[in-house]
């Protein structure tokens, strides 16, 4: 066995050339197929087509060239098992020392716009898989490389001798995570195709984005990873262009301000503190619309998120120069916000395509031994059947603030209170264990600024404590799923106090 073979059949050619003339320069006999023998032939790299070893044509355009036991023979043999070895010999099969395959781009065809299902089909790659499993099985005897990051490696091994059976198990590993994300993909697609709702097997796949310092402590290690075909307009795809790296805890944050500001069409601003909102505000421009946010909270938001769904311009950027921040995320900065931002060393500054919320995405939440997948809460106010159960109707005014404090408290954790006015939040309570308790807290921070304004409740009231308490801090009107047994109560003591009160028949719990 002194003679070495090399199998070579990419669909990335990313340094396929210096990569297989090192390989000839090494002394390694290569065994190709298709556009990559072509490749290599043109570059002056001595190359033998598959036929030439099997006998046999590529047959069927294509779709069996390496399927075959001259191929496969020489994949899973074991290279000091005896008896592998005379059964080789037997029946005249090489062994093969080394395999650089990579697959049919699978991803970048499902991922072009009005692709077909014939395409993606034909772009499921059988022979590649089958090669890069038998060879990763058989890792003790072939070195195997999916990835053209690890040419170099592999050579710099082989020019001293041979490939570490260390990093022959490391590149095994690889092209087992690589097959297995592969099929993840095909079979999601497949799952789609066929609007199979609740699957037998969930499978997923993640990409690494980044290796984080921590994770929510510093004691806790942890990585950001990133959805293949994932939406364009999240933070997993977002353009840091100035700052600090991004920690574990702001791309939580990061994420629930960019989920809340999707929910405005208009000029739109959002801080955010430890996953839920500390103020939301909204105007003719952006300035204004922070200057609101602002106002919301001036205490909560200071080390926040900010999330907003214009371009920053110079003025805008002038008022957040003005206090720290850890984030602002934008659909774009002007070259003069860019300026005055970046004067701040540390503060993180990302830019996210607002063009749309794109396909919607389960939502995936890991317990321990276990997964929970759900739709995303996506319901909006105009889906809801309204109703008003009380003796007085909303004014239009009052209309406009319930609709906002509505799409806020959708995003605050449970229980969940939201005291707004038309174009700003005034108040928020977030994740009490009752619900009087979370209208408490909102109001209390609302203070002086509730007289006249709205009170939202992603969830039912279970007892008339919460109108009570609206109605003496002078709340007008009042937004809330209903559906309690006690809602008469509720109804009766708003009647009472000359509220307003809307029924959505749906609820926001966030957990």
């Not at 038309?422 to 619900?435: E, F, K, S």
Request: charged fraction near 25%; proline fraction near 4%.
């Amino acid at each position: 066995m002194t003679k070495k073979r090399a199998l070579i059949s990419v669909s990335d050619k990313s340094n396929l050339t210096v990569f297989a003339k090192s390989l000839s320069e090494l002394g390694y006999e290569i065994i190709s197929t298709g556009g990559t023998k072509k490749t290599l032939q043109e570059n002056g790299i001595p190359v033998m087509g598959v036929s030439d070893i099997t006998g046999f044509p590529e047959i069927l355009e294509g779709r069996v060239k390496t399927l075959h036991p001259k191929i496969h023979g020489g994949l899973l043999a074991k290279h000091d098992d005896e008896g592998h070895v005379k059964q080789l010999a037997e029946h005249q099969i090489e062994p093969i020392q080394l395999v650089c395959v990579n697959l049919y781009p699978f991803q970048q065809t499902i991922a072009k716009p009005g692709v077909t299902v014939d395409d993606a089909i034909e772009n499921i790659d059988i022979g590649g898989p089958a090669m890069l499993r038998a060879s990763a099985k058989n890792h003790e005897s072939i070195t195997v490389v999916v990835d053209p990051a690890d040419y170099e490696l592999v050579l710099d091994e082989l020019r001293q001798g041979e490939v570490s059976h260390e990093t022959r198990r490391k590149l095994a590993a690889k092209v087992f995570r690589h097959t297995a994300s592969y099929d993840a993909m095909i079979a999601s697609y497949m799952t789609e195709l066929v609007d199979e709702q609740n699957p037998e097997k969930l499978t997923v796949t993640y990409e690494l984005k980044q290796q984080l310092r921590y994770g929510e402590n510093p004691h806790q290690k942890a990585s950001f990873y990133s959805k293949p075909l994932g939406s364009n307009f999240s933070i997993a795809k977002a353009n840091q262009l100035h700052g600090k790296e991004l920690s574990y805890n702001n791309i939580n944050d990061a994420d629930a301000a960019l989920q809340i500001v999707k929910e405005f069409s208009e000029p739109a601003a959002v801080a955010v503190k430890h996953m839920n909102p500390c103020g939301v505000g909204t105007g003719d421009s952006v300035f204004t619309a922070f200057e609101r946010a602002f106002a919301a909270d001036p205490v909560s938001i200071f080390g926040g998120i900010i999330a907003l769904n214009r371009e920053v311009d110079a003025k805008t950027a002038a008022k957040l120069h003005e206090i720290f921040l850890e984030i602002v995320i934008a659909p774009g900065f002007s070259p003069e916000a860019l300026q005055i931002l970046t004067g701040k060393k540390n503060l993180r500054l990302l830019s996210i395509p607002f063009a749309g919320n794109g396909q919607p995405e389960v939502k995936l939440s890991s317990i321990e031994g276990g997964l929970l997948v759900q739709d995303q809460d996506l319901h909006t106010i105009d889906d809801a059947e309204l109703s008003v159960p009380t003796k007085r109707q909303p004014s239009e005014e009052e209309w406009r603030a319930l609709k906002l404090g509505w799409k806020v408290v959708k995003h605050v954790k449970s229980n969940a209170i939201v005291v707004a006015g038309d174009d700003m939040t005034l108040g928020i309570g977030a994740g009490q264990m009752n619900r009087v308790g979370a209208a408490k807290i909102a109001l209390e921070q609302a203070g002086a600024r509730a007289n006249g304004a709205i009170l939202a409740s992603d969830a039912f009231f279970p007892m008339d404590d919460t109108v009570e308490a609206a109605a003496k801090a002078g709340i007008t009107a009042i937004i809330q799923p209903g559906g309690s047994i006690k809602d008469q109560d509720s109804i009766k003591k708003a009647d009472e106090y000359g509220i307003a009160m809307v029924f959505t028949g749906i609820r926001h719990f966030k957990h």
